[in-house]
């Protein structure tokens, strides 16, 4: 797993050997990316954060600011970890707690997001599931842009509330779907 493109290109983030941790491939992230074109001075949301690979990608392009939110404690720590690496600890804040709390959190902290990404596991949430909560969140602003990372065996992204789907992507056994906040 590494940095695509940016300041920080090539370079190798740390994972951890866990079934219950599945990475974004390079050529999942490539394709976000190229998708969403220019990412710079924005703040970026990594729901799920896992190791951080989504958010550290933003703010190599970057991306002014970046908030994690990852359950795992160990997880989080190899997440420190790269962001120590990459010397993005000062662009970023970590929030070791479930999706919900966290999101509720900096709702009531009144931050919202150009972007945010979200790559819940497989088994668990589906994308309009994850994308109503995002929503329902407040937390992405008029016009910024949602990425939901699903199997590409589950249910496809659909019109939410709010959003508009703007396009879906397949890359192996992932479904990408890219959504624009119409206000």
């Known amino acids: 797993m590494r940095i695509i493109a940016g300041t920080h290109r090539g370079f190798r983030l740390d994972s951890l050997k866990s079934r219950s941790l599945?990475?974004?491939?390079?050529?999942?992230?490539?394709?976000?990316?190229?998708?969403?074109?220019?990412?710079?001075g924005i703040d970026v949301l990594d729901v799920y954060a896992g190791t951080g690979s989504l958010g550290i990608e933003a703010l190599?392009?970057?991306?002014?600011?970046?908030?994690?939110?990852?359950?795992?404690r160990a997880v989080g720590e190899v997440l420190l970890r790269n962001l120590a690496r990459t010397s993005f600890t000062d662009?970023?804040?970590?929030?070791?707690?479930?999706?919900n709390a966290a999101m509720l959190a900096l709702s009531r902290r009144g931050r919202t997001f150009s972007l945010i990404v979200a790559d819940p596991p497989y088994h668990t949430d589906s994308t309009v599931e994850v994308a109503n909560m995002i929503v329902n969140s407040?937390?992405?602003d008029i016009g910024g842009r949602l990425v939901v990372e699903g199997?590409?065996?589950?249910?496809?992204?659909?019109?939410?509330?709010?959003?508009?789907?703007?396009?879906?992507k397949?890359?192996?056994?992932?479904?990408?779907s890219f959504y624009v906040n119409e206000g």
Not at 60 to 72: M, T
Not at 151 to 168: F, N, V, W, Y
């Open 22 to 40: 599945r990475p974004t491939a390079d050529r999942t992230k490539e394709i976000i990316f190229n998708v969403l074109q220019d990412v710079s």
């Open 151 to 168: 199997s590409s065996r589950g249910e496809p992204g659909a019109a939410i509330d709010g959003l508009a789907l703007a396009k879906t």
């Open 138 to 140: 407040g937390l992405l």
């Open 60 to 72: 190599s392009r970057g991306a002014a600011k970046a908030v994690f939110i990852e359950r795992s």
């Open 170 to 176: 397949t890359a192996g056994d992932s479904r990408l």
């Open 91 to 99: 662009k970023s804040e970590v929030l070791k707690s479930s999706a």
